[in-house]
């Protein structure tokens, strides 16, 4: 039998290693993006970048953030676990309400060491990691107390941590919301890792306040006029119109590299639009409350012919869904350790259902900036269920219900009609909140 020659069997080798590589990960986290803030989803802004996304990928219609602000979603996609579980329910760190009549519980202001995150699984199956952009899982915000808890304690071989601008010192004019300088970086990242299997959290600040852009693109959004329904502050748009750009560089930079057939990209945002800035329609409220405005998103998944082009579905998903979502395509085991998310990558490859699957929801806490109270949900198939913890320590009726199917914007309360359903989901949520040792505000 006859050697192949040398030069031919490391073309072999090369071959079959890039038909067998595993597939790269790049997850693009938006912050305060609503539902309705895209063009893909109706919204009245110009997002030509990420609607290309939603074109060659799946958009999710049913899709919601694991909290109503911000740090305990990103808790939840770190870990796959509820941030009620975590404790992890707030934003960090937090603010005080001396006021109000309950008094929150002690919770956990940052994400402890000992979670396995992501970035942990993923570099011990040989994956390079990286994490550029917003984190809000530390103690502190800022360096040098924030570092004992920064992303490369937490699995990510390369990171850059950036801030919200602060009005008066920021300049608007430079990249206000860094949504430049973490492509860049990101987009770096993706050249020096283009052999390599690799994770790549892009992770913006964009569109969270302050709301403050270049007199460019605010102009831009002010010549063009908005959907008057919509009260979209111009800032906003023109806000959006760069993160979008910033996802329209990533999406180019992976197919000139050539890593556009082989990575799959997610594209979500941690929670709700903020309600004053624009409206969060068809949904009620927005960002802080536990209404559909302050927790449903867009959630959009690519992976060339691996999910089908153009496609929307209807399953119902959360958060913390995305880990084992991502173990599963990837072909990694379940987690060795114990996660509350479930994977829904049957759905992305047309492979099996979503599942018969409720999804809860917990904020123990007051939130200033919305004006949203102590509260508890519960998603059940096309039932919503609220419970008020005010109400409930008082002994007051203390439930709302909707029927989401006919009811998106959340305007009728069918609770005294449906009292079999109210009953049923109301068990359900308390047995949830027990069995993983929910904090529950107390009566001062």
């Known amino acids: 039998m006859k050697k192949l020659p040398i030069f031919l069997l490391t073309i072999a080798v090369l071959l079959l290693y890039s038909c067998n590589k595993p597939p790269n990960i790049v997850i693009i986290l938006a912050d305060d993006l609503g539902w309705n803030q895209l063009g893909c989803y109706g919204g009245p802004y110009h997002t030509p970048g990420i609607d290309s996304l939603a074109a060659e990928g799946m958009r999710f219609t049913d899709a919601y953030a694991s909290a109503p602000v911000c740090s305990p979603t ?62 809000h899982l530390s103690r502190e915000k800022r360096p040098p107390e924030s570092e004992a808890y920064n992303p490369d304690k937490q699995g990510f071989d390369e990171y850059m941590v950036t801030y919200k601008p602060v009005r008066g010192v920021t300049d608007p ?42 007199r460019n693109r605010i102009a831009g959004y002010e010549r063009g006029g908005m959907t008057p329904e919509y009260r979209v502050v111009p800032a906003l748009g023109a806000m959006v119109s760069r993160l979008d750009e910033g996802t329209g560089r990533l999406l180019k930079k992976l197919k000139d590299l050539e890593l556009e057939e082989n990575t799959i990209v997610f594209f979500c945002s941690d929670n709700g639009g903020k309600e004053s800035y624009a409206s969060q329609r068809p949904f009620r409220k927005g960002k802080g409350w536990l209404y559909e405005g302050g927790i449903r998103v867009p959630l959009i998944v690519r992976w060339p012919a691996k999910i089908d082009a153009g496609a929307s579905t209807g399953a119902i998903t959360a ?113 949830w909140r027990s069995e993983i040792s929910a904090q529950m505000p107390e009566l001062k």
């Open 74 to 135: 990103r808790a939840a996609l770190m870990t796959g676990k509820y941030p009620a579980r975590l404790h992890l329910t707030d934003f960090i760190k937090g603010q005080e309400f001396p006021d109000s009549l309950l008094v929150q519980p002690p919770w956990q202001k940052y994400l402890p060491l000992q979670e396995i995150t992501l970035g942990e699984v993923f570099r011990g199956q040989g994956y390079r990691t990286a994490l550029f952009g917003k984190w």
């Open 173 to 214: 004019e430079w990249d206000p919301h860094n949504v430049d300088s973490i492509t860049e970086r990101s987009v770096r990242f993706l050249e020096e890792n283009r052999d390599h299997p690799f994770l790549l959290i892009v992770s913006h600040n964009a569109i969270h306040d302050p709301v403050m852009e270049s």
């Open 319 to 431: 958060t913390i869904d995305i880990f084992p979502t991502l173990l599963d395509l990837v072909g990694l085991p379940p987690a060795g350790h114990s996660i509350d998310g479930r994977s829904f990558a049957g759905v992305l490859q047309g492979n099996g259902p979503a599942g018969d699957r409720s999804h809860f929801w917990h904020y123990p806490h007051y939130h200033r900036g919305s004006g949203m109270k102590p509260a508890s949900a519960l998603r059940k198939g096309k039932y919503k269920l609220i419970e008020w913890h005010e109400d409930l320590l008082k002994g007051e009726e203390a439930w709302e219900l909707y029927d989401l199917d006919s009811d998106p914007g959340e305007a009728r309360d069918i609770s005294r009609e449906n009292p079999a359903m109210l009953e049923e989901m109301r068990k359900d949520l308390h047995h």
